[in-house]
């Protein structure tokens, strides 16, 4: 069965429910009705060598014998109950220390800045660095004979150690993304604590930033792998994409859920998609198969955030670690919205008067309540969800436990994603 026969007939409502907005010029857009979603620590140092993940691994003797194995029971059933962030517990850690070592920087002040969310305590889920290790599991197969860049010499420690060298190049650009958002959304707290802007200005913020997206560069050129370097280097200007997108639309775009899901893709999925991509180049898979890695990390990301902005007006600033309506605070207009103006068009004249009146939030709240945008967004990200797991079920088959076991916790982090409430 084919990925593309598995991913149409599942997709279907999902395309359905995200173009129904262009079918009924909800708000006069003439954008096109092309759907955009077809589209697609303490430092170490040598002397004043920065190491790459490579070099650091050569030194890290924990990664000897351990980096390729996720800790699991050989008697226990296939089907028994799996905690994903428990399956690559150890390797969290290596990628961990392995992070805080890669941060360095010869000005205190900077080396501060950049290892802020890189803490004990403070690293927040991890959430992408276990879905990519995961996914290394689950492409636990034979490698074909003709793989790229000599993949297939690779020894199994070998290769696993690239493979969480994405993980770490992808949390340094992720982190890197919130420190330079939360400058431009003048954000206050990030993870439960102060944001870094507000603890150590908006000029560090942005510094610390590219700081670490310099370190993700150099780790990426360890890789030698020039198809995953444009892979990551595109996801780089996705996100600056994604943000000005944001920060420029017109009051037409604002309203249109065509243009909200590229935004999304581009601001949030398209990190955890081209990195699910580049961990199935490196052990040499087929164009078929590293698709297949690349759409479900697509969809995960969409349904990620689309239950990232529902929580934004159900959760609490506790539960999020950040503030709650923040998006409507900053005249942000997000799925739940944009399904309430479906059914009450008049909504669309507040937003478009803006947010900086208080009155007018509590008057959207209110559409928002008496709709059923909350619950309509949450129908969309379980299609995206939905989506993910047929791209997980699609990979080549496997007769190895712990193979099928790493992509069965795939699969239940895309139930996770949407169900989460912090």
């Known amino acids: 069965m084919s990925l593309r026969w598995v991913l149409r007939n599942l997709s279907s409502n999902a395309r359905f429910l995200s173009k129904s907005f262009s079918s009924s010029s909800l708000c006069g857009s003439n954008i096109s009705t092309t759907s955009p979603l077809e589209m697609y620590l303490r430092p170490l140092s040598i002397g004043s060598k920065v190491l790459g993940c490579s070099e650091i691994s050569s030194w890290d003797s924990q990664v000897r014998g351990i980096s390729h194995q996720i800790h699991h029971e050989r008697n226990s059933a296939i089907e028994e109950e799996l905690d994903p962030f428990s399956l690559v517990a150890d390797e969290l850690s290596i990628v961990a220390n392995r992070l805080r070592a890669m941060v360095v920087a010869e000005v205190p002040k900077l080396a501060s800045a950049a290892e802020y969310f890189f803490k004990m305590g403070v690293e927040g889920k991890r959430f992408r660095p276990t879905v990519l290790l995961l996914m290394a599991s689950a492409f ?4 074909p004979k003709l793989a790229p860049d000599g993949v297939s010499d690779s020894s199994p420690s070998e290769l696993r150690t690239r493979q969480q060298c994405i993980a770490e190049i992808t949390e340094m650009i992720h982190v890197a993304s919130l420190l330079h958002d939360d400058v431009l959304d003048d954000a206050e707290t990030r993870r439960g604590i102060g944001s870094l802007n507000y603890v150590m200005g908006n000029k560090l913020a942005v510094l610390a930033g590219d700081f670490l997206l310099s370190r993700a560069c150099v780790a990426l050129a360890s890789l030698k792998n020039t198809e995953v370097v444009s892979l990551l280097a595109k996801v780089v200007e996705h996100l600056v994409t994604g943000e ?16 909200y899901m590229q935004k999304t893709f581009y601001k949030t999925a398209s990190l955890i998609s081209n990195s699910c991509k580049a961990i199935a180049i490196l052990t040499g898979q087929t164009s078929e198969v590293s698709m297949m890695a690349y759409e479900y990390g697509r969809n995960l990301g969409l349904a990620f955030q689309l239950i990232d902005d529902v929580l934004d007006f159900t959760g609490t600033s506790a539960s999020l670690g ?65 989506v993910a797991a047929a791209a997980i079920d699609s990979l080549p088959d496997s007769d190895d436990e712990d193979v099928l076991r790493s992509r069965r916790a795939l699969v239940d982090l895309t139930q996770r994603v949407i169900t989460r409430t912090k």
Do not use: W
């Open 140 to 143: 636990n197969i034979d490698l």
């Open 322 to 386: 950040k503030g709650s309506l923040s998006d409507i605070r900053h005249g942000i207009i997000t799925a739940p919205l944009l399904f309430a103006m479906e059914e009450f068009p008049q909504l669309r004249t507040v937003v478009d008067r803006g947010f900086d009146n208080p009155e007018d939030i509590d008057l959207a709240l209110d559409y928002l309540g008496k709709s059923r945008g909350i619950q309509r967004a949450r129908e969309l990200a379980t299609e995206h969800a939905k």
């Open 244 to 259: 000005t997108m944001q920060m420029t639309t017109t009051s037409d775009e604002r309203c249109s859920m065509e243009y």
